[in-house]
């Protein structure tokens, strides 16, 4: 992909969430003070944390962890609104993507606790109970009941919807040229004021200095990356991903080296590259072709980096 230019005197906005950084950069004077702006993108995004954080044992989603069996648990909007889509991304994907894995999260030391052998055999022993068969979801009065244990995590979505949030919260600020971030997850609101598209780099796995395989050219899109190059463990010289794979409550093995999608809302781009990663690289392109899904895979290959793409990422 060629690469494109960045217009000269952007301002950009940027704090911390989820254990990483969140930007926004703006392409142009949208008459708001720069501090009110950033009050009101913290203030999206830590709700989004608070609410979904597997870190704080006081968030909404480690309180519906918690809860008992059978009993109806209030959720806040937000929270509702991600175990919804989260849910029918599952069905989706067959299964691919699943919410149900933080316990095999937490075993192999990718949560807030440190990596536990007996907890590693527990997670990868047991019969793994899909969210779609036992998380019931009433949104009309905002509750949720769980028909059996569940161990929630939604590491694979949340940072992707708390774009989502960033881009809405700029939306209402009349905001039209802006680029909104959370880690690797990217949405663009508009273009670059000239109409050039937004470049957002997706990073080769394993490049020195985290070197850019390619350049995107974003516009009124969302782009995500799920990838084993940044957070992984080694064990016996095999790389073992942080993403787990839900049939086997334990880390991919093999997997791509990373896979990129492109899709409306980056709460979707999130959850879909997980879920290709989880396909791996055959049948996530399969399923990706079938489902008229833009995506990118990069495999190591001989040392070097092999591509395949669908949708818009064929050339």
């Given at each position: 992909?060629p690469?494109?230019?960045?217009?000269?005197?952007?301002?950009?906005i940027?704090?911390?969430?989820?254990?990483?950084?969140?930007?926004?950069?703006?392409?142009?004077?949208?008459?708001?003070?720069?501090?009110?702006?950033?009050?009101?993108?913290?203030?999206?995004?830590?709700?989004?944390d608070?609410?979904?954080?597997?870190?704080?044992?006081?968030?909404?989603?480690?309180?519906?962890?918690?809860?008992?069996?059978?009993?109806?648990?209030?959720?806040?909007k937000?929270?509702?609104?991600?175990?919804?889509?989260?849910?029918?991304?599952?069905?989706?994907?067959?299964?691919?993507?699943?919410?149900?894995v933080?316990?095999?999260?937490?075993?192999?030391?990718?949560?807030?606790?440190?990596?536990?052998?007996?907890?590693?055999?527990?997670?990868?022993?047991?019969?793994?109970?899909?969210?779609?068969?036992?998380?019931?979801?009433?949104?009309?009065?905002?509750?949720?009941?769980?028909?059996?244990?569940?161990?929630?995590?939604?590491?694979?979505?949340?940072?992707?919807?708390?774009?989502?949030?960033?881009?809405?919260?700029?939306?209402?600020?009349?905001?039209?040229?802006?680029?909104?971030?959370?880690?690797?997850?990217?949405?663009?609101?508009?273009?670059?004021?000239?109409?050039?598209?937004w470049?957002?780099?997706?990073?080769?796995?394993?490049?020195?200095?985290?070197?850019?395989?390619?350049?995107?050219?974003?516009?009124?899109?969302?782009?995500?990356?799920?990838?084993?190059?940044?957070?992984?463990?080694?064990?016996?010289?095999?790389r073992?991903?942080?993403t787990?794979?839900?049939?086997?409550?334990?880390?991919?093995?093999?997997?791509?080296?990373?896979?990129?999608?492109?899709?409306?809302?980056?709460?979707?781009?999130?959850?879909?590259?997980?879920?290709?990663?989880?396909?791996?690289?055959?049948?996530?392109?399969?399923?990706?072709?079938?489902?008229?899904?833009?995506?990118l895979?990069l495999?190591?290959?001989?040392?070097?980096?092999?591509?395949?793409g669908?949708?818009?990422?064929?050339?």
């Amino acid at each position: 992909m060629p690469k494109m230019s960045i217009e000269p005197a952007q301002h950009l906005i940027e704090g911390r969430t989820m254990g990483s950084t969140w930007s926004v950069r703006l392409a142009e004077d949208c008459g708001v003070s720069q501090a009110t702006l950033q009050t009101a993108f913290q203030r999206a995004v830590h709700q989004v944390d608070m609410q979904m954080s597997t870190w704080s044992p006081h968030s909404d989603l480690m309180r519906l962890n918690a809860a008992p069996v059978g009993d109806w648990v209030p959720l806040p909007k937000h929270l509702m609104a991600v175990l919804t889509a989260g849910l029918a991304i599952s069905r989706d994907t067959k299964g691919a993507f699943e919410m149900n894995v933080g316990d095999a999260v937490r075993a192999w030391g990718f949560g807030a606790d440190q990596i536990n052998l007996d907890a590693i055999r527990a997670a990868s022993g047991c019969a793994r109970i899909p969210a779609t068969q036992t998380l019931i979801l009433d949104a009309g009065n905002g509750r949720a009941q769980k028909t059996t244990p569940l161990a929630l995590d939604l590491s694979g979505i949340a940072k992707g919807y708390g774009v989502d949030r960033l881009a809405f919260v700029a939306a209402g600020f009349g905001i039209k040229h802006a680029l909104c971030a959370i880690d690797g997850e990217v949405k663009a609101v508009g273009t670059q004021t000239c109409g050039t598209p937004w470049p957002v780099g997706i990073e080769g796995p394993d490049t020195p200095d985290r070197k850019m395989y390619s350049v995107l050219g974003l516009a009124d899109m969302a782009v995500a990356t799920s990838g084993d190059y940044r957070h992984f463990i080694e064990v016996k010289g095999t790389r073992l991903s942080h993403t787990i794979d839900p049939h086997r409550g334990a880390p991919l093995v093999n997997a791509p080296g990373s896979v990129t999608v492109l899709a409306k809302s980056c709460m979707q781009a999130d959850a879909m590259a997980t879920a290709l990663m989880v396909m791996g690289r055959m049948e996530g392109h399969t399923f990706a072709m079938e489902n008229e899904i833009s995506a990118l895979f990069l495999t190591r290959k001989a040392g070097n980096v092999d591509a395949i793409g669908t949708g818009l990422f064929v050339e």
